[in-house]
């Protein structure tokens, strides 16, 4: 369980080119901005208060996350129609998930505070991922890295479409 849902760094490698991103990574990709930067850092959606993102380090194929654009650790400081909406969010991405992969189930849920396992504890955020039977067992693991059997933009390409609305 302790690296099922992988920790951000603050270090990632997008289109080839390494970039740092100073302050919190999910504020970062919380400001309002074009569909060629959603695209090029897979944020499949942008709802009213939440966003949809696409897993950096994915545990599985298609594992995203649903986070809130405001930066607050604490759920139970975050006002219902956020919360609503990242639950409504999810079954969104469950939807669209089953659609494209198929998979044998799910897990959802949300690692609160660091001692919990959240690599980003000050920001909240609702990792939804899909599983498949005996999935820990044919992934490889080299490292920390697993190897996925596609690229997130492979990932990213097939799910967007069904959050386009
Ligand atoms: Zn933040």
């Avoid at 975050?78 to 469950?94: F, H, N, R």
Wanted: aromatic residues 12%; contains cysteine; hydrophobic residues 40%.
């Amino acid at each position: 369980m302790e690296f099922l849902w992988s920790p951000w760094r603050q270090q990632y490698v997008t289109s080839g080119q390494a970039q740092k991103i100073s302050g919190c990574v999910f504020c970062h990709f919380s400001h309002p901005s074009t569909p060629e930067f959603d695209a090029e850092h897979y944020i499949l959606h942008r709802g009213q208060h939440n966003f949809v993102i696409l897993n950096l380090y994915p545990y599985t194929t298609a594992h995203l996350m649903v986070v809130p654009y405001a930066h607050i650790a604490e759920l139970s400081h975050v006002d219902k129609s956020v919360s609503d909406e990242m639950m409504d969010l999810a079954k969104l991405g469950q939807k669209a998930i089953g659609q494209v992969y198929q998979p044998d189930g799910y897990n959802l849920g949300m690692n609160l505070g660091s001692a919990a396992g959240a690599g980003v504890a000050s920001h909240l955020h609702l990792h939804l991922l899909p599983r498949w039977n005996g999935d820990a067992n044919f992934m490889t693991t080299v490292g920390e890295t697993r190897v996925l059997p596609e690229s997130l933009a492979d990932t990213y390409q097939k799910l967007n479409q069904h959050f386009a609305f």
